[in-house]
């Protein structure tokens, strides 16, 4: 070891020959900042107050790491660290060098901590150097300019100990021209996790891989036979086009041996983009998608990477458990919601990627739990929950962390993932060097861990659902080091869930009131939820009339899952436009079947029959409805002999049906009628239509008016009649026998003596016979263009004019 004495007679170890330089340094150091505080002191005094951001300690120089190779190093590696020192200081660095500095053993896992969140370089406590012969020299460092380094070091040469987690420390040295002697102006730690031979014991690890975005299907689709989808916007195609999130996410995973978390409804949406679909634009307008061959590639590369690995499927939407226990539970219909969603589920992922996934566990976010979220969770069926240990916390006073599952009554078993794991891949990760601390510092709690026991333990890392790409890629450079390390076995959920669990372990659910305040804030409201009912009873109330209600069924529910996704939450106006999206629709289809206005009627006499038109213009036909009409003042005017009348309505898609009713007047004056549609178990269904009746009574002075006319045009007709006869007679008197049809010898043939036809005259008989049938009886007389007019009800195919 380092700390090891050195014995007389003998060589001192490296590690003491480099604690003795240091103290070397830190003994002559204030002696040489004496002397050229005597000769270039004046000079310095009259600089000070130029030089405010002089070099002002170890942050004056930026050291970023950007590779450190291998890992997890063994006895027969060389250790690699390279990155870059940029001068973030006004004034030249010169005689600059960099050094590996090897510092203490960290043997607890808040060591590890502290060490990552320590300040500037302190003298000792951050290690010796490890050899002039690996330092880097640079001659000089101007300001605002990054050089590039690498030092490169034998393992042996580390002269490393017992297994266990070292600081390593990178240190960049030099002088300006204000101070001008050696001090450090730039350091940068991380760690270096070793584990010499094979391990005493080792960790069974669960590392979960979440496939999940956030909603991008509307309610809405198109009105053919397929029910064309439509997408919020396309951003999905870019997140599944090469380079993006999602395209990543398959394609790291495909290399690493993870258990898949994965949203249904992700591929859902994907498996729709592989056929025509629809990108919602403004003001209910559409374009087509053009991302079909993007859809099926990753698809089939995901089917590829998951072959042979487990797969955990949450409900359909990755319902929010937390909202919905907190302010979902007391709003009819909710927990219907979640189950629906948790049974459409496992269906969905076989049905896409042929692989069966576990539908068991329940995923709360953040894996923050109290006794309502674990009611929630396990009420759809699932029997195990993804907790965190920063939400079920330790309190039995063990020194180890214990193995993940632990029964927490009623036959449900709680999955602790461990905190500082599952966390350690937020934040921006996309500099390298930010990537290569995160990888270092995860691998060194992992080994801390192990070492904590020898007792063999089942390890769950669950990071955020949503990693970015650069989270993506550090996730899965920190788990291939990792599985490939000596004290490591990976397992999947499954096995975790069913290994034996701790019997010292904290079994015991927190309280309500310790689930996070911060948390909380973003959940999903109360009203939310009081939405998705008032959307559901819509739905209710128009899927009874529909004869092939799937069509609308399934895409509404499906969008009602997506309403209470996590995803909203911290996205209060995003989660509200949605839920109205899906609501707003749904009245405008709803409303496609209706009563049409009608204007003011008015009734001569005492009975009549009043039509009242129903529209349908879905595509589809409905039923099992029925027509009301009320009158408002039956004294005056009975429908049916009745206040009211109904029939019912069946409509084709995309007719009309007009329904007559009878009526009867009691006395002449206006009443109002009301119109209103009702399904066949009593519920209104759309706006009603209310319009007058004039009655008008027929008097006995207006029947003779009638009458009288009606005899004059008889009269007149007949007159017509006789002076057409008379005129036809006289006619035939001034022709002349050559005229006559007919003589003593019979008939004449109408074929004349010079080969033309003779003209016959048709009798007055034959005339009236024309007239009775519609015929014409001039030659300029039209031909009718309209038949008759039909008073019978119309049925079902009655076309609707556009």
Do not use: C
């Amino acid at each position: 070891m380092a700390e090891a004495a050195d014995f007389q007679g003998t060589t001192p170890s490296p590690a003491r020959r480099r604690l003795r330089r240091t103290a070397a340094v830190l003994t002559t150091a204030p002696l040489l900042a004496g002397l050229l505080q005597l000769t270039v002191g004046s000079t310095a005094q009259a600089a000070a107050p130029a030089s405010a951001k002089a070099a002002s300690g170890s942050r004056t120089v930026a050291v970023s790491l950007d590779s450190l190779s291998p890992a997890v190093p063994t006895e027969d590696d060389t250790l690699t660290v390279s990155g870059t020192v940029t001068n973030n200081g006004r004034q030249t660095i010169t005689d600059a060098r960099l050094d590996l500095l090897l510092g203490p053993e960290l043997d607890t896992r808040s060591g590890i901590d502290d060490a990552a969140a320590g300040g500037e370089y302190t003298a000792g406590s951050d290690g010796t150097e490890i050899g002039d012969e690996y330092a880097e020299k640079l001659p000089e460092l101007t300001p605002g300019v990054a050089e590039r380094f690498s030092i490169s070091v034998p393992v042996e040469d580390l002269d490393l100990g017992e297994a266990g987690v070292y600081q390593l420390g990178v240190a960049l040295s030099g002088e300006t021209s204000i101070q001008q002697w050696e001090q450090v102006l730039g350091f940068q730690r991380t760690f270096l996790p070793w584990q010499p031979g094979e391990a005493d014991s080792t960790t069974r690890t669960t590392f979960l891989w979440p496939l999940i975005s956030e909603p991008h299907m509307t309610a809405r689709t198109g009105s053919n036979e397929k029910q064309t989808p439509v997408f919020l916007d396309d951003s999905l195609a870019g997140d599944l086009a090469p380079g993006g999130r999602l395209e990543q996410m398959v394609a790291l995973g495909k290399e690493l041996d993870v258990t898949w978390v994965i949203d249904p409804d992700l591929l859902a949406s994907v498996d729709a983009m592989t056929e025509s679909y629809e990108i919602q634009g403004e003001g209910g307008t559409t374009t087509p998608g053009r991302s079909q061959n993007v859809a099926k590639q990753w698809l089939a590369e995901l089917q590829e990477a998951v072959e042979g690995k487990e797969i955990v499927a949450l409900p359909f939407g990755d319902a929010d458990l937390a909202s919905l226990a907190h302010n979902g539970t007391k709003v009819t219909g909710s927990l219907s919601h979640l189950k629906e969603a948790t049974e459409v589920a496992a269906r969905t992922v076989e049905t896409i990627i042929h692989v069966k996934p576990s539908t068991d566990f329940a995923w709360p976010v953040n894996g923050a739990v109290d006794p309502s979220i674990v009611k929630v969770a396990t009420s759809a069926g699932a029997d195990k929950v993804i907790a965190r240990s920063d939400s079920l916390e330790e309190t039995s006073g063990l020194t180890y962390t214990p193995s993940a599952p632990r029964p927490i009554g009623g036959g449900t078993t709680a999955v602790v993932a461990d905190a500082r794991l599952s966390t350690a891949f937020q934040g921006d990760l996309a500099t390298a060097s930010a990537g290569t601390l995160t990888v270092q510092r995860f691998l060194a709690q992992h080994l801390a861990l192990n070492l904590q026991t020898d007792k063999q333990r089942s390890i769950v890392v669950a990071p955020q659902r949503t990693p970015t790409i650069s989270q993506a890629h550090t996730m899965a450079q920190a788990i291939a080091a990792l599985q490939g390390s000596p004290w490591n076995e990976t397992q999947t959920l499954t096995d975790t869930a069913a290994a034996k669990p701790d019997p010292e372990a904290t079994t015991e659910v927190p309280s309500a009131s310790r689930y996070p305040a911060s948390l909380r804030r973003r959940e999903l409201p109360r009203a939310a939820f009081e939405q998705i009912a008032v959307t559901q009873e819509k739905l209710d109330n128009f899927t009874v009339i529909l004869s092939d209600e799937s069509r609308v069924v399934t895409p509404f529910g499906r969008a009602m899952n997506r309403e209470m996704s996590t995803s909203w939450r911290g996205h209060k106006v995003a989660g509200q436009n949605f839920r109205d999206g899906v609501e707003g629709y749904l009245d405008d289809i709803a409303q496609q079947v209706s009563l049409i206005e009608k204007s003011e009627t008015k009734l001569s006499g005492r009975s009549a029959t009043i039509p009242v038109t129903v529209q349908n213009n879905l595509v589809q036909g409905v039923d099992h409805l029925v027509l009301r009409l009320t009158s408002t003042s039956p004294n005056r005017l009975e429908i049916g002999g009745e206040a009211y009348d109904e029939q019912a309505v069946a409509v084709s898609g995309g007719h009309s049906q007009s329904v007559k009713f009878t009526t009867s007047a009691n006395a002449n004056g206006k009443v109002t009628v009301i119109a209103q549609l009702f399904t066949e178990d009593g519920r209104p269904y759309g706006s009603p239509v209310t319009f007058d009746v004039r009655v008008t009574e027929f008097t006995a002075t207006v029947m003779l008016v009638i009458g009288g006319g009606v005899l004059l045009l008889v009269l007149a007709g007949f007159r017509m009649y006789t002076q057409r006869k008379r005129a036809a007679a006289r006619d035939a008197e001034e022709d002349g026998p050559e005229e006559t049809t007919e003589s003593a010898e019979g008939p004449v043939n109408p074929d004349g003596p010079d080969g033309r036809l003779t003209e016959e005259t048709g009798t007055s008989e034959e005339s009236d016979a024309r007239s009775r049938a519609g015929e014409p009886q001039q030659p300029s007389d039209p031909t009718p263009d309209t038949a008759a007019e039909n008073t019978d009800p119309s049925g079902t195919g009655e076309r609707v004019d556009r």
